[in-house]
């Protein structure tokens, strides 16, 4: 590789590094974005021509103006979606790239239980709305427990539960095509499961709503 490419890389590397996550949290997301985007199309532009520092910039530039869009439209959901679903126990979290959406099982289900809650299913429309709004992006649903009981019972009723927000999504009008559900049972926990506080944060929803372009 040229000098010039290798100052590309590295500039580009240098921009991705810079993204931690405690910048991510306290930067504007499509500023982040921008600046992935950026980096990562500096990376591709100088790696197709090695020999040519223009289509390193040229990278970049396109990078950054994917990327911005991308931050932009997930920093407008993120702001329409705590608009539309005011429930302290739900967690709207945008890390850059992706919308997490996060509800506690116990709000959602009764204990051994796969049937939604029916006034809990008016947040999950809410959110149905909101992806409508946002059509261009993909979502996963993954259900959690604690690691009370067998492997394979957790494994079993998360995946039902996943399921069950899924098709209330889906009758509400998202697009079957779009949407992922599956469970993960014990395997993923988010805090210890020793203590009963840390149990209930275990047993959880994801929804992870992810740009198409991203």
Do not use: C, Y
């Given at each position: 590789m040229?000098?010039?490419?290798?100052?590309?890389?590295?500039a580009a590397t240098l921009a991705v590094s810079a993204c931690t996550t405690d910048s991510i949290s306290t930067a504007n997301k499509s500023q982040t974005g921008a600046m992935i985007g950026g980096a990562l199309g500096g990376i591709i532009g100088?790696?197709?021509?090695?020999?040519?520092l223009l289509k390193g910039i040229v990278?970049?530039?396109?990078?950054?103006?994917?990327?911005?869009?991308?931050?932009?439209?997930?920093?407008?959901?993120?702001?329409?979606?705590?608009?539309?679903?005011?429930?302290e126990n739900?967690?709207?979290?945008?890390?850059?790239d992706e919308?997490?959406?996060?509800?506690?099982?116990?709000?959602?289900?009764?204990?051994?239980?796969?049937?939604?809650r029916y006034d809990l299913q008016n947040d999950l429309r809410a959110l149905a709305g909101n992806l409508q709004d946002y059509p261009d992006t993909t979502v996963n649903i993954v259900g959690h427990t604690d690691d009370t009981g067998s492997d394979s019972y957790n494994y079993?009723?998360?995946?039902?539960?996943?399921?069950?927000?899924?098709f209330t999504l889906e009758d509400a009008g998202v697009r079957p095509s779009r949407i992922r559900s599956y469970g993960q049972g014990e395997t993923r926990p988010v805090a210890s499961n020793v203590t009963e506080e840390g149990r209930a944060q275990n047993r959880r929803v994801d929804i992870v709503i992810r740009p198409n372009a991203a």
């Open positions: 040229t000098n010039k490419s290798i100052a590309v890389l590295a100088a790696s197709s021509d090695d020999d040519k990278g970049a530039g396109i990078g950054a103006a994917a990327g911005g869009v991308i931050g932009h439209q997930l920093d407008k959901q993120a702001e329409d979606l705590r608009r539309d679903i005011p429930n739900i967690d709207i979290v945008n890390t850059g919308l997490r959406v996060t509800m506690p099982q116990d709000l959602l289900f009764a204990v051994d239980s796969s049937d939604l079993e009723l998360s995946e039902r539960r996943a399921q069950a927000v899924a």
